[in-house]
C-alpha cells in the first residue's frame, strides 16, 4: 500500500527564518510527487511537481528537492504570507495520488 | 488559469436523505476526482473518471455514487446520507493523469 508521511505536523517560524518541511514516502513504482499550498477554506493549489530523484523545482522562497524517499520543501526568507498548510501527493503506476496529511506552517512577522 | 467550481459552499442536509454534489470544470481537462478531507485523516480518494461515462472507484467509494454525462462535469451523489458523511468534499481536475490535479474550493457538508 502506497504511504505518504509528512513531518512535522505543525511548523511555526519568525519571518525570515529559513526552514524545511518532509515527505517520506513507499510507493509502487513513483511517476511523480506533487507540493500543493492550502489556505484555510479553499481547495489546495499546486506549487510543484518532481519526477526523477536529484530534480529540484524552485519559486520565489520555495525550493522542492526529490530523493528516492523523500521530498523536501525548502522555504527561505519566509513572510507572514507564506502561512498555509502545505500537502505533498504522490502518483504511483495505479495512476492514483496518495495525499499525505500536511505540515501547517505559521510565519510570525 | 483553470477553473474548477463546486455547485455550493456549504450544504446540510438531513440523515437519510439523497444529496448530489456537482462540479464543472472549464479546461476540457479529462480526468476529474472526488475527494473527502477530514481532520487527521487527509485527502481520500472517493472516485474518479478518466472520460465520459467511465467511473472507477477510489479507496472510500462505500456509500457513494458518481455520475459523468457530459467532459466538463462530474457529479457526487450520497445515496443515503448518514452522519459519517459530514466532511469537506473536494473536486479535482487533471489533463492527464500525470500531472498535477487542479481543485474546486470545497463542499462543507452537514448531515444532521
Known amino acids: 500500500e502506497d504511504q505518504v508521511t509528512q513531518s512535522p505536523e505543525a511548523l511555526r517560524l519568525q519571518e525570515g527564518e529559513s526552514s524545511s518541511l518532509n515527505c517520506s514516502y513507499t510507493?509502487?513504482?513513483?511517476?511523480?510527487l506533487f507540493w500543493y499550498r492550502q489556505d484555510p477554506g479553499k481547495g489546495p493549489e499546486f506549487l510543484f511537481t518532481?519526477?526523477?530523484a536529484g530534480e529540484e523545482k524552485e519559486k520565489e522562497r520555495l525550493k522542492a528537492t526529490l530523493t528516492k524517499k523523500e521530498s523536501f520543501l525548502h522555504i527561505t526568507a519566509p513572510k507572514p504570507e507564506d502561512s498555509a498548510t502545505y500537502l505533498c501527493a504522490v502518483l504511483a503506476n495505479a495512476g492514483k495520488s496518495t495525499f499525505g496529511d500536511g505540515t501547517t506552517l505559521t510565519v510570525k512577522p | 488559469d483553470v477553473k474548477v467550481t463546486q455547485s455550493s459552499r456549504y450544504l446540510v442536509k438531513r440523515t437519510g436523505e439523497k444529496v448530489f454534489l456537482e462540479c464543472v470544470q472549464d479546461?476540457?481537462?479529462?480526468?476529474m476526482f472526488w475527494y473527502r478531507q477530514d481532520p487527521g485523516l487527509g485527502l481520500r480518494l472517493i472516485y474518479f473518471s478518466y472520460d465520459v461515462k467511465m467511473k472507477e472507484k477510489g479507496d472510500i467509494p462505500e456509500g457513494y455514487s458518481v455520475s459523468r454525462e457530459k467532459k466538463e462535469r462530474f457529479s457526487l451523489i450520497l445515496e443515503s446520507a448518514s452522519t459519517n458523511q459530514t466532511s469537506m468534499y473536494l473536486c479535482?481536475?487533471?489533463?492527464?493523469?500525470?500531472?498535477?490535479?487542479?481543485f474546486g474550493d470545497g463542499t462543507r457538508l452537514s448531515i444532521l
Open positions: 479546461m476540457d481537462h479529462e480526468n
Open positions: 479535482a481536475s487533471s489533463r492527464t493523469v500525470n500531472q498535477p490535479q487542479h
Open positions: 510507493v509502487s513504482g513513483l511517476r511523480g
Open positions: 518532481l519526477y526523477s
